[in-house]
């Protein structure tokens, strides 16, 4: 069956970095778009950052820009978000999503995802 799951958060200092990972299986990873959402404690879920399947082609939330980098290994059935210089805002849980779409260029979003992971938690705080 479809499964996709997070692992690699945890807690950080302000200004520091982390990378979390999506392991998936049950599918070809080659065929569909990735997308990395997050959902602080009373808020809504926000999309952050997405990768295209067709070229690798990579998108990012405003939030997201010039501090996270989300890439792709097909070949390891993987997705990574390297995030650097993080702030207390950034607390939140982390959830990968696949989307059998395509990435919003604008805002980051993996379009109409219908599979998720479980979620990891990110925690940045001194």
């Known amino acids: 069956q479809v499964q996709l799951v997070e692992s690699g958060g945890g807690l950080v200092q302000p200004g520091g970095s982390l990378r979390v990972a999506c392991v998936v299986s049950g599918f070809t990873l080659d065929y569909y778009a990735i997308g990395w959402f997050r959902q602080a404690p009373g808020k809504e879920r926000e999309g952050v950052s997405c990768?295209?399947?067709?070229?690798?082609?990579?998108y990012y939330a405003r939030s997201a820009k010039g501090r996270f980098t989300i890439s792709r290994d097909n070949a390891k059935n993987t997705v990574w978000l390297q995030m650097n210089n993080l702030r207390p805002d950034d607390t939140a849980v982390y959830y990968c999503a696949r989307s059998p779409n395509w990435c919003d260029a604008t805002s980051g979003w993996a379009i109409g995802p219908d599979y998720w992971g479980q979620g990891t938690q990110v925690t940045v705080s001194s």
């Open positions: 990768v295209m399947s067709s070229d690798g082609s990579a």
